[in-house]
């Protein structure tokens, strides 16, 4: 992962890591799925990619949505594992779904609630799981894919 620079925005953020890999805007956008226009509007703080829009650019790029938005990689605490909602478990055991992307299913979820703070906490139910997951797998695949170079 490229060092992050202090006092950066997301857009900034967006631009290193897009040249750190020598992608022009036009293989990023295609890598995303988004138009050319759309990352040279992020790129330049004109437009803030929310969701899946995200979730596409984060997997393209190899970066997680929390350093894309924050630029500091989440902290690990060794001492509390994670939780997952009793609603997510009994989605991903009747649906089979591999633990890896009932992890970064979470995470995409966590990240989405954690910036939209000023809403009340709610618990997804297990249909709502399964419409997220089937939303965003095609990410997660890619995301947990190995690039080959």
């Known amino acids: 992962m490229v060092q992050s620079v202090k006092g950066e925005h ?6 290193r890591l897009r ?4 992608w022009t805007q036009d293989q990023l956008a295609a890598e995303a ?5 759309f990352i040279s509007e992020v790129e330049n703080g004109a437009s803030q990619p929310r969701g899946p829009v995200l979730v596409k650019i984060a997997a ?3 970066a997680s949505i929390d350093y894309l ?3 500091q990689e989440p902290t690990v605490q060794a001492t509390k594992p994670v939780e997952i909602p009793s609603e997510l478990a009994a989605f991903a055991k ?10 970064l299913l979470l995470d995409f979820h ?3 609630v954690g910036m939209r703070r000023d809403q009340p906490e709610t618990r997804l ?9 089937d939303k965003v797998l095609p990410h997660i695949e890619k995301a947990l894919t190995p690039r080959k170079d």
Do not use: F
């Not at 799925?33 to 226009?37: C, R």
């Open 10 to 15: 997301l857009g900034d953020r967006v631009r």
């Open 94 to 103: 009747r649906r089979g779904v591999p633990y890896p992307h009932v992890e």
């Open 19 to 22: 040249k750190s890999l020598n």
């Open 33 to 37: 799925g988004v138009s050319k226009s």
């Open 125 to 133: 139910p297990e249909n709502e799981w399964e419409d997220l997951y």
């Open 110 to 112: 966590n990240s989405v």
């Open 60 to 62: 393209a790029l190899q």
């Open 69 to 71: 938005m924050t630029g």
